[in-house]
């Protein structure tokens, strides 16, 4: 029988593969990021938006419109495992779009306060959002608050439903405030006649003058006009001493001023009005002291205007005075009362002077009520009017106050929060007031403990026997008096309200550990929950003995089983949801599929019956044990060297992983693969090569390489990872050295890259090159610093050359430049200009005359033909060597040139070659008109031919084709044109009755009248 062999399958599991954004989104939200499983796989939305970076994985809602988008997340592992594809709906939400939707555009700063209203874009009024701007409180517009000027109200909203904020919209409103008008004489018109009845009229310059007799713009208007006649009388027809008020508005936009006073005042009296000032006081202010100034006499103050008298004499001095005290004067608002200078001379009271006294009310703070609040709130900002005023109580910073209570007791503890205001009125000159005013706030704030009592922990559990469960004793809590009670069990239902609590069996059914939530509520406030746990274990049957169980994530394809120590029957094995799965003693995990293959830890809990001491079976209680699946360990292998292609050259490179789901590393393993001779030596969880190591002296290019990393986590899960790499090894450029130089020629370079260097010198070590004298991609120029024609030779001069492919130079070739002035003087030769069709000439070199300046010549020399210039005499392009040189094949393009030099063997150099060439000419195109068809017989036609280019030129005609070269007068005609004789028609070879049928023999004839052009001619013409 044949010996049986074995072999293994390994099965790699597939990738369970999530996916998560944010489920929802505004389109003027930021980036979104999703959580992938496994790293970038392959990325696809529906329906499709450019919003996607398929790449990153990033959702731009920026860049997408309003709706759902699905998101398709595919990705293979590095076993080639393509996990089963996951999706995840993106919600955008589109922006609101509003508009305010009041009207007024311009209003007066005595309108009353107005609602504004909002709008969604579809016509939806909006209840909800928020205005702001001068003026605005709340969802109301103020323009008495707002004061004169335009106001931008502003609109904020916010979708309850996406959170998506609209765009702020705004509506300006103009508040309109007309002055009073201007022009109205603020000085009193004095009558010196008393029978004066005339007086003049009192007028005002403004816009749409009203006259009102009384301060009260709700009267009837005396005159629309901008001059009033003052004709008061009195009954005999006489002017009546005495002070006559009348006032006067002006409208502009609409908005209609405050009325302005103008008093007339007839008297005799010659003493001026006495001067004074405006009064502002609070209310509760009593007895404010007026003072007016005048000449120097008494003054007298009068509550009313009609009570001023003309004339009288005083007896009672306790009437006059410079100050008077506002006895009586408490309502808020404005008061007038006028004083007036008396005159012992003509005892008389002078012109009368206002007095403006205004009562202000105290203002009115508020403080935002905050009801009941709970300890759990760490702060609270406090609503305040008016603004500017000052908040103070324990725990008050500015408007934020931190809540009080006493965290040692359940109970309410009340803080009083006090709101000082203030207002200053009055400036200038005025007799200014501030009036300020306070008020306080109650803030109750509950604090709820735990319960306590038996069996809550810390305390011990409380524990009974099976046969108690009947008659359990009942549970003691203690709680706060005024509160309410919860008892809940352990599936949250709550059992019991009130204390104590009398268990039954419809609480405890059965063996087992029983916990239950204790919380107190007090003023809607719910306390930390208190935890009691009632234990029943009079049950002989204990709990299996149970071991966790661990494995990685790329071993799932087989799961295990769970194995129990017990001896007891009727098995359950619960999920963590408390469902049963299993009813047999091991749990194999392999029977449920993929269930509980995914990474994470799953909870599994046992349980067994077995009789008692009479025979009857008991569940014992629970046993607990974790299944745990250890995620493989995702990572990348980083590289210190970030260069796309690495240099043979280069320092250590270290290799490290990258570890993006949080594995730790127990252990890594490195290796290289590829065109290489070394390898990676570990140190740590990293990994190191050196380039020179790896690449070797003779593996010039680009050496592609592969690293290998697998890594081990402290789990004992392992994962696998490769990194591509290239190494560049730059050959040195191969360069001849050069001697017997004559001139600073070019530096030929055999080598190529993507530049050449050139070196002035080199350090002792061979390392490093300093001193670049050029930099190019083929050659460099000897300076010519380095020729001096006065000497016949000159040191040798070393420089050092590098390449550099791909980014890395190569190590440097020695060029040794040797300068040498050879004497040999240039010859010359004679160029040749030739048809295409000639024989090709022999080129011919001529000596130069010896001169001065060069050596006689000595020894034997020879001329060697080159197709380039060169100072070399074996240079690689030399085709001949002798007096003459015919080239081998005819020349093509229209010029060749070749290069001639004279070599000498006594002084072992060549001179500067000289160019010589071969200019090829080609007779131009022509041109043979069109022939009409003629018939035998009939007169012949003129003939004409053209050439293309504009040259000199003469045509030659010929009865056949001519040999080349042309046999010299075998034309029969130069000219551009002629009449075709009549003797050159072949007559015998064109039947006459074609003649009837009218062929035509023109074309025919055509053929056989071919042009040249001699080139030899037309050189001559040239």
Same mark, same amino acid.
């Given at each position: 029988?044949?010996?049986?062999?074995?072999?293994?399958?390994?099965?790699?599991?597939?990738?369970?593969?999530?996916?998560?954004?944010?489920?929802?989104?505004?389109?003027?939200?930021?980036?979104?990021?999703?959580?992938?499983?496994?790293?970038?796989?392959?990325?696809?939305?529906? #329906? +499709?938006? !450019?919003?996607?970076? =398929?790449? $990153?994985?990033? %959702?731009?809602?920026?860049?997408? &419109?309003? /709706?759902?988008?699905?998101?398709?997340?595919?990705?293979?592992?590095?076993?080639?495992?393509?996990?089963?594809?996951?999706?995840?709906?993106?919600?955008?939400?589109?922006?609101?779009?509003?508009?305010?939707?009041?009207?007024?555009?311009?209003?007066?700063?005595?309108?009353?306060?107005?609602?504004?209203?909002?709008?969604?874009?579809?016509?939806?009024?909006?209840?909800?959002?928020?205005?702001?701007?001068?003026?605005?409180?709340?969802?109301?517009?103020? #323009? +008495?608050? !707002?004061?004169?000027? =335009?106001? $931008?109200?502003? %609109?904020?909203?916010?979708?309850? &439903?996406? /959170?998506?904020?609209?765009?702020?919209?705004?509506?300006?409103?103009?508040?309109?405030?007309?002055?009073?008008?201007?022009?109205?004489?603020?000085?009193?018109?004095?009558?010196?006649?008393?029978?004066?009845?005339?007086?003049?009229?009192?007028?005002?310059?403004?816009?749409?003058?009203?006259?009102?007799?009384?301060?009260?713009?709700?009267?009837?208007?005396?005159?629309?006009?901008?001059?009033?006649?003052?004709?008061?009388?009195?009954?005999?027809?006489?002017?009546?001493?005495?002070?006559?008020?009348?006032?006067?508005?002006?409208?502009?936009?609409?908005?209609?001023?405050?009325?302005?006073?103008?008093?007339?005042?007839?008297?005799?009296?010659?003493?001026?009005?006495?001067?004074?000032?405006?009064?502002?006081?609070?209310?509760?202010?009593?007895?404010?002291?007026?003072?007016?100034?005048?000449?120097?006499?008494?003054?007298?103050?009068?509550?009313?205007?009609?009570?001023?008298?003309?004339?009288?004499?005083?007896?009672?001095?306790?009437?006059?005075?410079?100050?008077?005290?506002?006895?009586?004067?408490?309502?808020?608002?404005?008061?007038?009362?006028?004083?007036?200078?008396?005159?012992?001379?003509?005892?008389?009271?002078?012109?009368?002077?206002?007095?403006?006294?205004?009562?202000?009310?105290?203002?009115?703070?508020?403080?935002?009520?905050?009801?009941?609040?709970?300890?759990?709130?760490?702060?609270?900002?406090?609503?305040?009017?008016?603004?500017?005023?000052?908040?103070?109580?324990?725990?008050?910073?500015?408007?934020?106050?931190?809540?009080?209570?006493?965290?040692?007791?359940?109970?309410?503890?009340?803080?009083?929060?006090?709101?000082?205001?203030?207002?200053?009125?009055?400036?200038?000159?005025?007799?200014?007031?501030?009036?300020?005013?306070?008020?306080?706030?109650?803030?109750?704030?509950?604090?709820?403990?735990?319960?306590?009592?038996?069996?809550?922990?810390?305390?011990?559990?409380?524990?009974?026997?099976?046969?108690?469960?009947?008659?359990?004793?009942?549970?003691?809590?203690?709680?706060?008096?005024?509160?309410?009670?919860?008892?809940?069990?352990?599936?949250?239902?709550?059992?019991?309200?009130?204390?104590?609590?009398?268990?039954?069996?419809?609480?405890?059914?059965?063996?087992?550990?029983?916990?239950?939530?204790?919380?107190?509520?007090?003023?809607?406030?719910?306390?930390?929950?208190?935890?009691?746990?009632?234990?029943?274990?009079?049950?002989?049957?204990?709990?299996?003995?149970?071991?966790?169980?661990?494995?990685?994530?790329?071993?799932?394809?087989?799961?295990?089983?769970?194995?129990?120590?017990?001896?007891?029957?009727?098995?359950?094995?619960?999920?963590?949801?408390?469902?049963?799965?299993?009813?047999?003693?091991?749990?194999?995990?392999?029977?449920?599929?993929?269930?509980?293959?995914?990474?994470?830890?799953?909870?599994?809990?046992?349980?067994?019956?077995?009789?008692?001491?009479?025979?009857?079976?008991?569940?014992?209680?629970?046993?607990?044990?974790?299944?745990?699946?250890?995620?493989?360990?995702?990572?990348?292998?980083?590289?210190?060297?970030?260069?796309?292609?690495?240099?043979?050259?280069?320092?250590?490179?270290?290799?490290?992983?990258?570890?993006?789901?949080?594995?730790?590393?127990?252990?890594?393993?490195?290796?290289?693969?590829?065109?290489?001779?070394?390898?990676?030596?570990?140190?740590?969880?990293?990994?190191?090569?050196?380039?020179?190591?790896?690449?070797?002296?003779?593996?010039?290019?680009?050496?592609?390489?592969?690293?290998?990393?697998?890594?081990?986590?402290?789990?004992?899960?392992?994962?696998?990872?490769?990194?591509?790499?290239?190494?560049?090894?730059?050959?040195?450029?191969?360069?001849?050295?050069?001697?017997?130089?004559?001139?600073?020629?070019?530096?030929?370079?055999?080598?190529?890259?993507?530049?050449?260097?050139?070196?002035?010198?080199?350090?002792?070590?061979?390392?490093?090159?300093?001193?670049?004298?050029?930099?190019?991609?083929?050659?460099?120029?000897?300076?010519?610093?380095?020729?001096?024609?006065?000497?016949?030779?000159?040191?040798?001069?070393?420089?050092?050359?590098?390449?550099?492919?791909?980014?890395?130079?190569?190590?440097?070739?020695?060029?040794?430049?040797?300068?040498?002035?050879?004497?040999?003087?240039?010859?010359?030769?004679?160029?040749?200009?030739?048809?295409?069709?000639?024989?090709?000439?022999?080129?011919?070199?001529?000596?130069?005359?010896?001169?001065?300046?060069?050596?006689?010549?000595?020894?034997?020399?020879?001329?060697?033909?080159?197709?380039?210039?060169?100072?070399?005499?074996?240079?690689?392009?030399?085709?001949?060597?002798?007096?003459?040189?015919?080239?081998?094949?005819?020349?093509?393009?229209?010029?060749?040139?070749?290069?001639?030099?004279?070599?000498?063997?006594?002084?072992?150099?060549?001179?500067?070659?000289?160019?010589?060439?071969?200019?090829?000419?080609?007779?131009?195109?022509?041109?043979?008109?069109?022939?009409?068809?003629?018939?035998?017989?009939?007169?012949?036609?003129?003939?004409?031919?053209?050439?293309?280019?504009?040259?000199?030129?003469?045509?030659?005609?010929?009865?056949?084709?001519?040999?080349?070269?042309?046999?010299?007068?075998?034309?029969?005609?130069?000219?551009?044109?002629?009449?075709?004789?009549?003797?050159?028609?072949?007559?015998?070879?064109?039947?006459?009755?074609?003649?009837?049928?009218?062929?035509?023999?023109?074309?025919?004839?055509?053929?056989?009248?071919?042009?040249?052009?001699?080139?030899?001619?037309?050189?001559?013409?040239?």
């Amino acid at each position: 029988m044949e010996t049986p062999v074995t072999g293994s399958v390994v099965v790699n599991p597939l990738p369970v593969l999530t996916l998560n954004y944010a489920t929802a989104a505004c389109v003027y939200d930021a980036a979104l990021t999703p959580s992938l499983s496994h790293g970038m796989g392959t990325l696809a939305v529906s #329906p +499709a938006t !450019a919003a996607l970076n =398929t790449t $990153t994985g990033v %959702f731009t809602p920026a860049s997408a &419109t309003a /709706g759902n988008y699905t998101i398709t997340y595919n990705y293979t592992d590095g076993n080639g495992c393509v996990g089963d594809a996951v999706t995840d709906v993106i919600t955008i939400n589109p922006r609101p779009v509003t508009n305010i939707t009041m009207n007024p555009t311009a209003v007066c700063d005595y309108t009353p306060t107005f609602g504004l209203k909002a709008q969604l874009a579809n016509g939806t009024a909006l209840t909800t959002g928020t205005f702001s701007g001068t003026g605005v409180t709340g969802r109301n517009f103020n #323009p +008495a608050a !707002a004061t004169q000027g =335009t106001h $931008t109200i502003t %609109f904020e909203y916010s979708d309850p &439903t996406t /959170g998506c904020e609209a765009l702020p919209v705004t509506h300006n409103i103009t508040v309109n405030h007309t002055n009073p008008p201007i022009g109205v004489p603020d000085e009193a018109l004095n009558t010196d006649v008393p029978n004066q009845t005339l007086v003049p009229d009192i007028c005002a310059t403004g816009t749409d003058i009203k006259w009102y007799s009384a301060n009260d713009t709700n009267t009837t208007v005396v005159l629309q006009a901008d001059c009033y006649k003052t004709t008061y009388v009195d009954d005999l027809g006489k002017m009546k001493d005495g002070l006559y008020p009348m006032y006067a508005t002006q409208t502009l936009n609409g908005c209609q001023s405050e009325p302005v006073q103008v008093i007339l005042t007839i008297t005799n009296c010659p003493i001026p009005k006495p001067t004074a000032i405006k009064y502002h006081a609070c209310t509760g202010e009593t007895n404010v002291a007026l003072t007016a100034i005048g000449t120097g006499n008494d003054l007298g103050w009068w509550r009313n205007f009609d009570d001023i008298p003309t004339s009288a004499t005083f007896g009672d001095e306790d009437f006059l005075s410079d100050t008077w005290t506002s006895h009586g004067i408490t309502a808020v608002g404005s008061h007038t009362v006028y004083v007036a200078e008396y005159d012992p001379t003509h005892t008389c009271f002078g012109p009368p002077t206002p007095v403006e006294l205004i009562i202000h009310e105290l203002p009115d703070p508020k403080i935002q009520d905050l009801k009941m609040i709970c300890y759990t709130q760490a702060s609270v900002n406090i609503s305040i009017e008016p603004a500017g005023s000052v908040l103070s109580g324990a725990g008050v910073s500015g408007t934020t106050w931190t809540p009080q209570f006493t965290a040692s007791a359940t109970g309410v503890k009340t803080t009083t929060l006090t709101l000082d205001a203030s207002q200053a009125w009055g400036s200038g000159t005025d007799r200014q007031a501030t009036c300020t005013n306070q008020t306080t706030l109650d803030v109750d704030v509950t604090n709820v403990l735990a319960p306590t009592g038996t069996g809550i922990l810390p305390n011990p559990p409380v524990t009974w026997g099976i046969a108690s469960i009947a008659s359990l004793p009942p549970m003691e809590i203690d709680y706060y008096p005024t509160a309410s009670l919860s008892i809940k069990d352990s599936t949250g239902t709550v059992i019991s309200t009130s204390s104590p609590l009398t268990m039954y069996p419809t609480h405890i059914s059965k063996i087992g550990k029983y916990s239950y939530d204790v919380t107190q509520t007090l003023n809607s406030c719910v306390s930390p929950i208190a935890k009691s746990i009632w234990i029943i274990v009079n049950c002989p049957t204990p709990a299996p003995i149970l071991t966790p169980v661990a494995i990685c994530e790329e071993n799932n394809g087989t799961l295990p089983s769970i194995t129990a120590v017990a001896d007891g029957f009727n098995f359950e094995w619960r999920d963590s949801t408390g469902l049963v799965i299993e009813t047999t003693k091991d749990l194999d995990l392999s029977t449920f599929g993929n269930k509980y293959a995914a990474p994470g830890r799953y909870t599994f809990s046992m349980s067994q019956e077995k009789n008692d001491a009479a025979g009857m079976p008991c569940r014992g209680p629970e046993a607990t044990v974790t299944f745990t699946v250890n995620p493989t360990p995702v990572f990348t292998i980083a590289l210190s060297n970030t260069k796309t292609t690495i240099c043979q050259t280069d320092p250590e490179v270290i290799a490290s992983p990258v570890i993006t789901n949080n594995a730790v590393v127990a252990s890594m393993d490195y290796s290289l693969s590829g065109n290489s001779i070394g390898g990676i030596i570990l140190s740590g969880s990293n990994g190191s090569l050196t380039p020179a190591s790896v690449v070797g002296a003779a593996q010039f290019g680009l050496v592609p390489m592969t690293i290998t990393a697998t890594l081990t986590d402290s789990k004992g899960c392992e994962a696998t990872q490769t990194r591509d790499i290239e190494i560049q090894h730059t050959p040195a450029p191969a360069i001849d050295d050069l001697s017997r130089m004559t001139s600073a020629v070019p530096v030929e370079v055999t080598g190529t890259g993507e530049g050449v260097k050139f070196y002035s010198n080199q350090n002792a070590s061979r390392t490093a090159l300093t001193g670049v004298v050029e930099k190019t991609t083929t050659t460099w120029t000897l300076p010519t610093s380095f020729i001096d024609p006065t000497k016949e030779t000159l040191p040798a001069k070393d420089f050092f050359a590098t390449q550099t492919i791909h980014g890395c130079e190569s190590t440097d070739d020695l060029v040794r430049v040797e300068l040498f002035n050879c004497p040999v003087p240039r010859p010359s030769a004679v160029s040749e200009i030739i048809c295409n069709y000639d024989d090709i000439p022999t080129l011919t070199a001529i000596p130069a005359p010896l001169s001065t300046w060069f050596k006689p010549k000595q020894g034997t020399s020879e001329f060697r033909w080159f197709t380039r210039t060169t100072t070399n005499p074996d240079d690689g392009s030399r085709v001949a060597v002798g007096d003459t040189y015919t080239p081998l094949s005819a020349p093509s393009g229209d010029v060749t040139t070749w290069h001639v030099a004279e070599y000498s063997s006594f002084y072992n150099c060549m001179s500067p070659t000289a160019p010589v060439s071969i200019t090829v000419n080609y007779a131009p195109a022509v041109t043979i008109s069109t022939q009409r068809p003629t018939c035998v017989g009939l007169a012949q036609p003129t003939i004409s031919a053209s050439v293309a280019i504009d040259i000199p030129q003469q045509i030659y005609w010929y009865k056949t084709q001519p040999t080349t070269p042309v046999p010299a007068d075998s034309h029969f005609a130069i000219a551009n044109q002629f009449l075709l004789p009549t003797s050159l028609v072949p007559l015998t070879t064109i039947p006459s009755m074609l003649c009837t049928k009218q062929t035509a023999v023109g074309a025919n004839l055509q053929q056989a009248l071919t042009a040249f052009c001699h080139c030899l001619k037309l050189l001559l013409l040239r």
